[in-house]
């Protein structure tokens, strides 16, 4: 059975400029969650989404946006982007909502604000 | 105070020692715990998972959890170099049990 995955894995771009991430779970995983991770602040919880609606939110502004289609696979997108935005953004798909032994993560997308 | 916290390390063991590892959480209301491995360049893995007080095994991985001292712990018994990679403490409850809360994590090596 295929793992999550991420695509891209590595992007670069400037301030100022928008990007969008793209994940897609475990076949039959419903359930998908977007975490941000940093040397400074570590892993934070993003948000998640379940049969395409944003059911939790994390601490994180406005210009984090995200979105879930009909086949469970999600996008976050992030807006305006500042240097501190330089971040691995992991996506984690649940096959039980709530049960995060049955989460996996995927491999990352390394974003990186120049 | 931060709601997860775990010592940053790094923890420096021989190989064939005992690794413990360590985590404190705030939140009394946390019902789940986690324990996940990242070695670097990489995603994080789950190795352990307990909800209830006492210790849950688990090869040589045993967790150990203490609700009423909010603290929970880590043994990897014959530590290999293999091991080496940091690992995760994350936390969940039942207000918020879609999410983890992640502790910033302990570097372990394990000097064959």
């Known amino acids: 059975k295929a793992g999550v995955t991420q695509t891209p894995r590595y992007l670069i771009k400037t301030r100022g400029q928008q990007v969008t991430l793209s994940c897609s779970p475990i076949?039959?995983?419903?359930?998908v969650s977007w975490y941000q991770q940093t040397p400074g602040q570590g892993l934070q919880f993003l948000f998640e989404?379940?049969?395409?609606?944003?059911?939790n939110k994390g601490n994180f502004p406005g210009r984090f946006s995200g979105r879930q289609f009909s086949n469970s696979r999600s996008e976050m997108n992030v807006s305006t982007l500042e240097l501190g935005d330089s971040a691995l953004y992991l996506c984690?798909?649940?096959?039980?909502?709530?049960?995060?032994?049955?989460?996996?993560f995927g491999p990352g997308t390394r974003l990186t604000v120049l | 105070q931060k709601e997860v916290e775990q010592n940053s390390g790094p923890l420096s063991v021989p190989e064939g020692a005992i690794a413990s590892l360590n985590c404190t959480y705030s939140d009394r209301g946390s019902q789940s715990f986690f324990w996940y491995r990242q070695y670097s360049g990489k995603s994080p893995e789950l190795i352990m998972f307990i909800y209830s007080n006492g210790d849950k095994e688990d090869g040589r991985f045993t967790a150990q959890l203490n609700k009423a001292s909010q603290y929970v712990s880590l043994l990897i018994r014959d530590s290999q170099p293999s091991d080496s990679a940091t690992y995760l403490c994350?936390?969940?409850?039942?207000?918020?049990?879609?999410?983890?809360?992640f502790g910033s994590g302990t570097r372990l090596l394990v000097r064959p």
């Open positions: 076949s039959g995983h419903r359930s």
């Open positions: 994350a936390v969940n409850n039942m207000d918020s049990s879609y999410k983890l809360i």
């Open positions: 989404y379940f049969s395409e609606t944003q059911r």
């Open positions: 984690a798909s649940s096959l039980i909502r709530g049960r995060a032994d049955t989460q996996y």
